[in-house]
């Protein structure tokens, strides 16, 4: 049994300095990460990213202000903020200052990146929108992008991140490692579950 704790600690050990002093983590997650495919579409989509106490924390009010930035230089017609309970809401406020028309603005309520696509269906679809660009970070629009196109979007992929400009520290490296596992966890648990 010592043994095998011994290989183990090795083997993490290994692992850990794999990732954090060579540059194979920022390799994989370019390679899983959406590269940008912009155009115009019929609808931008900005994804939730979460609230800090209240207020939209720096993954959504990233997605809000590029999904904000896209509509306004005429991309699409029509912005969706989706979240969890009161982020919609205080994106489209901003969208609204920063000279979306109100008219222009839908928000839809979700947990889930499953529930996002599936709430923006029901809210997109009766439209006639089937064209969205999808905001998010790089590593999450490949998930993102499988779930929305599963509900029978095509989805232009319109990253607010480059994984190229992640910094070249050892924590830096470390939280993109975590970033990319976690993902890939997600992903094919979306797959096994039928979501994708």
Not at 187 to 196: D, K, P, S, T
């Amino acid at each position: 049994m010592l043994r095998i704790c011994r290989i183990l600690g090795a083997v993490v050990m290994a692992a850990l300095a794999l990732v954090t002093l060579t540059p194979v983590s920022l390799w994989m997650a370019a390679g899983y990460a959406e590269s940008p495919r912009l155009g115009p579409a019929e609808a931008v989509v900005a994804l939730g990213g979460g609230l800090v106490r209240g207020a939209v924390g720096d993954p959504s009010l990233r997605r809000a202000v590029e999904g904000i930035r896209l509509q306004r230089r005429g991309l699409a017609p029509v912005i969706l903020f989706t979240g969890e309970p009161s982020e919609p809401e205080i994106r489209a406020e901003l969208a609204r200052e920063l000279g979306v028309p109100p008219d222009a603005i839908l928000t839809a309520t979700a947990k889930t990146t499953r529930e996002e696509a599936h709430e923006a269906a029901m809210l997109l679809r009766p439209r006639g929108i089937r064209s969205v660009l999808l905001v998010s970070g790089s590593i999450h629009l490949t998930r993102a992008r499988g779930a929305f196109e599963r509900e029978g979007f095509k989805v232009l992929p319109a990253p607010t991140d480059s994984v190229g400009a992640v910094g070249s520290g050892a924590t830096e490296r470390l939280f993109l490692t975590r970033l990319l596992v976690r993902e890939i966890v997600a992903r094919w648990y979306y797959r096994v579950a039928g979501y994708l």
